[in-house]
């Protein structure tokens, strides 16, 4: 099996799950990275590390920003020219743009959001969530190539090996584009949690301690946000000492207490931690869409009949605003921190 595995990358800085192709790719067969931007020499460097047997580098000023016009031509003209049986990328926000657009061109499809894939009798075959995650679906693409995005932390990242290296092969650039990409601003709120090894999230319960005093003058809303920007400090504490993120529901989302990109679930973000850390969230199940395939899930909740304890390992029932700051104080003393 001949695999295209496409880096994803921002200004040099890659989408840890392309590693994750790079692996899955290694275990199919032949893995040959493809590499676009601007000054990509250590992005080939790496990508040598981690196992690729071949880089395609398309190192071209022209290719300095993503915009799919001239991304997915570089990429259709190099997959004609070499005939690879299937290309993967890591899913993204560009590269769902990029695998349509060069599907397309290459007439053929792609399957999107794969957490497994084979390949038996029928071709290539993958597994993916459908129905906010209720079903797993196996699909077979009938085009060749055949396009497959991963999502993130589906597949294991292989170990580099420093003592790898190797020579890129240039590819021939197609400039051509309609569009100009005039400046970045960081979105302030930037948050990855599809990345995230560790997630602590919390829900309306954040905001539940009547014995924390607001400031004077406040009102019943401002002292509600007031308590849940205390609860939340707590959680970003704990996240902070495990080394990672904070996760929200949607009642704290819409109760103002955090902004939406820290949202998990159905209408938010479907992520698959290591560690999944439930700080007064129900457990509705639009929220357990989003969290329900993290490896491990700890509950924290007043209510021992809360729901979201059917779907823990391990459940405390208790106030967060005591059992949050006890677990961060004996994580910080048993990790060093
Ligand atoms: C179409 C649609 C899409 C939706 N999408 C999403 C989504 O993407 N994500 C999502 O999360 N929800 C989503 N929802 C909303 C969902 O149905 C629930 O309303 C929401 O998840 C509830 O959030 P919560 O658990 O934080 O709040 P609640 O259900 O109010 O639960 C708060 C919990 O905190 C506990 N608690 C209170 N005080 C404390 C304390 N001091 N210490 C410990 N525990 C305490 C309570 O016992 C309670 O269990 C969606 C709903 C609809 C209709």
Request: aromatic share 6%.
């Amino acid at each position: 099996m001949k695999t295209f595995v496409y880096i994803d990358h921002f200004k040099g800085e890659v989408q840890p799950a392309s590693w994750e192709a790079l692996g899955l790719a290694k275990s199919l067969g032949t893995a040959s990275t493809v590499i676009f931007g601007s000054g990509v020499d250590a992005i080939t460097k790496t990508a040598f590390e981690y196992g690729a047997d071949e880089v395609l580098a398309a190192d071209d000023a022209a290719l300095a920003d993503f915009r799919a016009e001239p991304y997915a031509s570089t990429l259709s003209t190099l997959a004609t020219s070499r005939s690879p049986d299937l290309i993967l990328f890591p899913m993204t926000a560009r590269t769902r743009e990029l695998a349509a657009m060069t599907a397309v061109d290459l007439n053929t499809g792609v399957l999107t959001d794969v957490t497994a894939l084979e390949v038996n009798g029928k071709g290539i075959v993958v597994t993916r969530p459908i129905y906010e995650g209720k079903l797993l679906e196996k699909a077979v693409c009938s085009g060749k190539p055949v396009l497959a995005t991963i999502r993130g932390r589906a597949f294991p990242k292989p170990e580099p090996d420093a003592s790898r290296s190797g020579t890129a092969t240039n590819v021939e650039v197609q400039a051509n584009a309609l569009t100009e990409v005039q400046g970045y601003s960081a979105s302030e709120s930037a948050v990855n949690l599809g990345d995230a090894g560790v997630i602590v999230s919390g829900g309306r319960g954040v905001s539940n301690n009547p014995s924390l005093q607001p400031p004077a003058g406040m009102d019943e809303k401002q002292a509600e946000l007031w308590r849940a920007q205390q609860g939340f400090a707590l959680i970003t504490e704990l996240a902070n000492v495990l080394g990672g993120a904070v996760g929200a529901s949607r009642a704290a989302v819409d109760g103002g207490y955090i902004p939406y990109s820290h949202q998990v679930g159905q209408t938010g973000k479907v992520v698959t931690p290591d560690l999944y850390i439930a700080c007064g969230i129900s457990g509705a199940i639009q929220h357990l869409v989003g969290m329900r395939n993290a490896k491990l899930v700890v509950a924290i909740n007043k209510d021992s009949d809360a729901p979201i304890f059917k779907q823990a390992r391990y459940g405390v029932v208790g106030d967060l605003f005591q059992i949050v700051p006890a677990l961060t104080e004996a994580f910080r003393k048993k990790l060093g921190k």
